[in-house]
């Protein structure tokens, strides 16, 4: 059974960074995709950023784009979400999913499998 566990979250002013980790254990991961999503009370859950495990392409949410990156090491079977100039509006539940194929990782219906969330909060 494939489990993901984050971990990174924390309190930050505005304007400073944090770094998430995501460590994926119980299946092979070549084949996968992996994103990041975030959650506010009352709102959907919301894409933030993914990457193909195997090729390592990435994608991002326009609203993350040029602060926070994507990465994984494939050796600890582990991804990261560096986030850097954090706002307040970034203050969320993250969510570390995990999709058994590189297709549709924009999208939150299309994943298999999710961690149970690490909290950002980013004080103005």
């Known amino acids: 059974q494939v489990q993901l566990v984050e971990s990174g979250g924390g309190l930050v002013q505005a304007g400073g960074s944090l770094k998430l980790s995501c460590a994926a254990s119980g299946g092979t991961f070549s084949n996968y995709g992996m994103g990041w999503f975030r959650q506010v009370p009352g709102k959907e859950r919301e894409f933030v950023a993914a990457?193909?495990?195997?090729?390592?392409?990435?994608y991002s949410a326009d609203s993350v784009k040029g602060r926070f990156t994507i990465s994984r090491d494939n050796a600890k079977n582990t991804v990261y979400l560096q986030m850097n100039s954090l706002k307040a509006e970034d203050t969320a539940v993250y969510y570390c999913?995990?999709?058994?194929?590189?297709?549709?990782?924009?999208?939150?219906?299309?994943?298999?499998?999710w961690g149970q969330g690490t909290q950002v909060t980013v004080s103005s």
């Open positions: 990457i193909s495990w195997s090729v390592g392409s990435t």
């Open positions: 999913a995990a999709r058994r194929t590189i297709g549709g990782l924009t999208q939150k219906e299309r994943y298999d499998y």
